[in-house]
């Protein structure tokens, strides 16, 4: 007995070694990738010496001789830091995913390729104006020049990621860049989405006008600007069963819900107690580990610029110079049309025309697989598009038998330009210079906020289709694809679209909301992204006379949701304290103690506080009750509660209130008895996850961000130390965006939100702030992988400065790139 337990003893002992020594191991290789940011090394691509200054947030700050040798420098950072994010985003619009990471990705990549946008992009390169094309051209050499170095001295292939999913990938070129850009139209536009939607749904509705209800217009004429200061007075196919987008985390299709957003706002010097213009700043896009941007600070030879890139981008997107300060919003432009394609029956390689049938242009397309055999696509066009498989944004539901879809798309232009108009607002001097830069965008379509030392302005900048004015559908719904009238006329001018200069109140600002209202065709679009968010920023800038950089902080981390004020005395009218008594423990008097706290809430989604799970969970059980009778399985589309909707039905805005009765029952139901048995639905599903114990609920514990790694995020324990999970405030309809899940376990996970806030005070530039979500570095075994995690969370920011000796006196690294002799 003795020996065994001395051989197991040595068994035991044996394998504890060999675990040691493979974390040791992988250690030693990861590490290999951690970029030394103090050295000086040859480069050839570059014709002065490049310095790059790397400030204790790591932020880097670069300078070189002339503006081509920064942007190789800016190309340089961004591989050092992100070069596993920048080759994976580079193969998801190049549709080569599953080269990697096998048929798990094969249906991104098939849908990606019949998009094209890679094509696209390499069209557009030729469009660019020649100082564009020499900056991108030095990026790609920046790019090209780190990814030798790594070759060259074995350091670890650039990314951990690389061991576990090795890969040969083509050096960097500037179509990569445009492509790049057209991945972010992708993914900040929902109107393909968005007909569908609504044209299964008013085939699911068995009365058509509650279509109007349940996919509501934005009410109101616009906001844009605001008034001088006053304060506020408070006051045809079958059904077909729904086909999900690509579930994988590299997915760059997402649902309609998550297809954008932001907040921009500014302040002239009338209403700026400094004297100077403010302007702040938060893109919204789905949280990840690493964050999308990256901090960056060039000094080209207009001037210095600093704010948020996204690597493989040589742009500032969002930020500021001494001169200017700019920022972005999604601005839900109306840019995709799905047409209804006819086949030829007797020959289906074509397809009618207002002339008669056309054949398709076509062209074969291999996507090679990891562990299996090839797959080869025929993709197809029509004169309005690519022809997108049914499969695919649920197609198939709207798509009669023996017919394709097709989709017409800004994005997809050959001449787009975008690349020189947002590269060429880093070189703008003042509002007049940006405006007209900003006339070259096409796409993504963006509300463009300025602030210079004098005055601030907005507008919107992309393409707009033209359309006809006898259209079919107004581009609401897919509409048939021969008839001329539903054909795309070419585009509007780009001085058709709204501009506000010189606000007489001196504050304007977009939360993604409705900026104008004009008749179709010149609508801009039906569908906005926020009429909540608008609401609460109104009152916020309205309170005060003057603001201040701290005043536009408190703004950007506001968490009261309108919605719930607006919402809970409409809803509980007839609820609150008017129960009968019920002995603890009963249902009864769990829904009286919900109604207890909730009647003393002031709408705050704080995560520490109870009250935000109790309304998030009652709305969305609300919602649920209210249209499950009426949709069916369609109602599972519907995964985040419409604050219009709700207040529509329980006003009973024309007949609205017709949803509050259930279909199949012999009675007539009313509202209050739906809103207490959805509150019931609600507690109940609350006590099942976090326990009956209504007071210590903490809305955090449901609301986590969750920035996880794209790849690495559900491998077993390596997910750990990956993924950066947090307790955060906010929600749906707050400033401080916290958009949830609204599907899975747990729908109310943040998963969409402000991976950067920046705040410009021209009154005094350098006491401006900026923060991403995550940290400057992608490779986590880096202390600047999570480094702003906890600051983003708490709500701090850190110095925006184009001080050289300042980011010198405090930098974890200097970079010196000299020219190969």
Known sequence: MATFFQWLMRIASGLVILVVLAVAMIYFLA????????????????????????????????????????????????AQDRLWQMIT?????????????????????????????????????????????????????????????????????????????????APWQPADSIALQKLMALQLTGHLQSEVLRARTSLALPDADRLRDILPDAPGKGIATLPKYANLVPGTPVFAQS????????????????????????????????????????????????????????????GGVIGATIPGIPAILAGRSDQLGWGVTAAY??????????????????????????????RKSII?????????????????????????FNLAAVTPPGHVASLGWTALSPQDRSTTALMGL????????????????????????????????????????????????????PSLGWRPENQWQGLLPATDTPTFEK???????????????????????????DSQRIQRWQRLMQNRRVHTRDSFIEAQLDTVSFSARALLPLIAADLWYTSEAAPDGSRARQRQRALALLSEWNGEMNEHMPEPLIYAAWMRSLQSRLIRDDLGPLAEEFTHVEPLFIERVFRDVEGAAAWCDVRQSARMETCSEMAQLALDDALLAIEERYGQQLEALRWGDAHQATHDHPTLGKVPLLRYFVNIRQSTSGGDNTLQRGKTAGVGDNPFLNVHAAGYRGVYDFADPDSSVFVISTGQSGHFLSRFYDDMAQLWRRGEYIPMSLDKELARAAAVGVTIITPTP
């Not at 055999?373 to 022809?387: E, F, H, I, S, Y």
């Not at 965008?441 to 302005?457: I, R, S």
């Not at 007489?504 to 906005?528: A, C, D, Q």
């Open 243 to 302: 086909q999900p987008l690509p579930a994988h985390p590299l997915s760059p299709f997402t649902p309609l819900p998550l297809s954008g957003a932001s907040n921009a706002w500014a302040a002239a010097p009338s209403r700026s107690a400094a004297g100077g213009t403010l302007l702040a700043n938060d893109p919204h896009l789905g949280l990840s580990a690493p964050a999308i941007w990256y901090l960056a600070r060039l000094e080209l030879q207009s």
């Open 368 to 392: 090679n697989i990891k562990d299996a055999k090839p797959v080869t696509l025929t993709l197809r066009w029509t004169d309005n598009g690519p022809v997108l498989p049914g499969s695919a």
């Open 89 to 169: 985003m580079r193969r998801t619009v190049q549709g080569r995913l599953s080269e990697v990471f096998g048929q798990q990705t094969l249906e991104i990549d098939t849908l990606m390729r019949r998009l094209d946008l890679a094509t696209a992009a390499r069209m557009s390169v030729s469009a660019q104006d020649p100082d564009i094309l020499i900056a991108l051209q030095a990026y790609a050499r920046g790019v090209n020049a780190r990814i030798e170095e790594v070759n060259q001295e074995a350091l670890g292939r650039g990314a951990p990621e690389l061991f576990l999913f090795q890969q040969t990938f």
């Open 333 to 362: 432009v109306d840019d995709q049309d799905i047409f209804i394609e006819e086949l030829d029956a007797s020959n289906p390689e074509s397809y009618r025309t207002s002339t008669g049938f056309k054949p398709f242009k076509t």
């Open 31 to 78: 590490s290999r990738s951690l970029p030394t940011y103090d050295k000086t090394f040859t480069a050839s691509g570059i014709s002065q010496p490049v310095e790059i200054i790397r400030n204790n947030a790591n932020v880097p700050h670069i300078f070189g001789n002339n503006d081509e040798d920064v942007f190789f420098g800016l190309g340089y950072a961004h």
């Open 503 to 529: 606000p007489s109140g001196g504050i304007l600002g977009n939360t993604n909301n409705k900026i104008v209202e004009r008749p179709f065709p010149r609508h801009i679009s039906f569908l906005w992204g």
């Open 426 to 477: 880093m070189r703008a001097t003042d509002i007049s210079a940006a405006l007209a830069t900003g006339k070259d965008h096409t796409a993504p379509g963006l509300t463009l906020t300025l602030a210079d030392q004098n005055d601030v302005a907005m507008a919107l900048i992309g393409a707009l289709p033209r359309r006809d004015a006898i259209h079919q559908s107004q581009g609401r719904l």
